[in-house]
T-cell receptor, first 112, second 116 residues
Framework: KAGVTQTPRYLIKTRGQQVTLSCSPI?????VSWYQQTPGQGLQFLFE???????NKGNFPGRFSGRQFSNSRSEMNVSTLELGDSALYLC???????????FGPGTRLLVL | AQSVTQLGSHVSVSEGALVLLRCNYS??????LFWYVQYPNQGLQLLLK??????LVKGINGFEAEFKKSETSFHLTKPSAHMSDAAEYFC??????????????FGGGTRVLVKP
């Protein structure tokens, strides 16, 4: 089976812009979670989607949003980008939730 | 709220020596515990997980971890370090049951350097 794929792998944006990141889970997986990784804050949970519904949410401002499509692919959007949003954004998928999550390679976002 | 503490942000070991990475957690319910490894410019790869079965968990690449409830610890060990073990290691906890979904809380990570 193909693993979790994320596109794009690298992205450069400027402050105030918005960005959309995409994640395709492992075939058959219905849960998709997003994490932000920064040197200062480490790995932090953003949100989880299951069956096109947000099931769990971390402590991030409303500028961070996501959605999941019927084929389980997921997108996350960050509006009004700030310098502090520069990070590696990781997507993870699992069958239904509560079991092992498999991570993608991440999208590295740089905000200038 | 659950939390994870990894003692030591950097660990240096000699090739062939024991690798010991410490992880302590707090959770109000029996947790699921995980160790992940991250190589440069890559995502996270699962090494092993504890889900309330055997307290000694064996993972990939010769790693194992022992769940000790009384100490709220889940330390990771490998008897003999290899150069390829140089990476960053993350301990994570989830106290959500299967029906509640996924929400991992990670420790700060431990970067392992292996000296020849």
């Amino acid at each position: 089976k193909a693993g979790v794929t994320q596109t794009p792998r690298y992205l450069i944006k400027t402050r105030g812009q918005q960005v959309t990141l995409s994640c395709s889970p492992i075939s058959g997986h219905r849960s998709v979670s997003w994490y932000q990784q920064t040197p200062g804050q480490g790995l932090q949970f953003l949100f989880e989607y299951f069956s096109e519904t947000q099931r769990n949410k971390g402590n991030f401002p409303g500028r961070f949003s996501g959605r999941q499509f019927s084929n389980s692919r997921s997108e996350m959007n960050v509006s009004t980008l700030e310098l502090g949003d520069s990070a590696l954004y990781l997507c993870a998928s699992s069958l239904q939730g509560g079991e092992t999550q498999y991570f993608g390679p991440g999208t590295r976002l740089l905000v200038l | 709220a659950q939390s994870v503490t990894q003692l030591g942000s950097h660990v240096s070991v000699s090739e062939g020596a024991l690798v010991l990475l410490r992880c302590n957690y707090s959770s109000s319910v029996p947790p699921y515990l995980f160790w992940y490894v991250q190589y440069p410019n890559q995502g996270l790869q699962l090494l092993l997980k504890y889900t309330s079965a055997a307290t000694l968990v064996k993972g990939i690449n010769g790693f194992e971890a022992e769940f000790k409830k009384s100490e709220t610890s889940f330390h990771l060990t490998k008897p003999s370090a290899h150069m390829s073990d140089a990476a960053e290691y993350f301990c994570a906890v989830s106290d959500l049951g299967r029906a509640a979904g996924n929400k991992l809380t990670f420790g700060g990570g431990t970067r392992v350097l292996v000296k020849p």
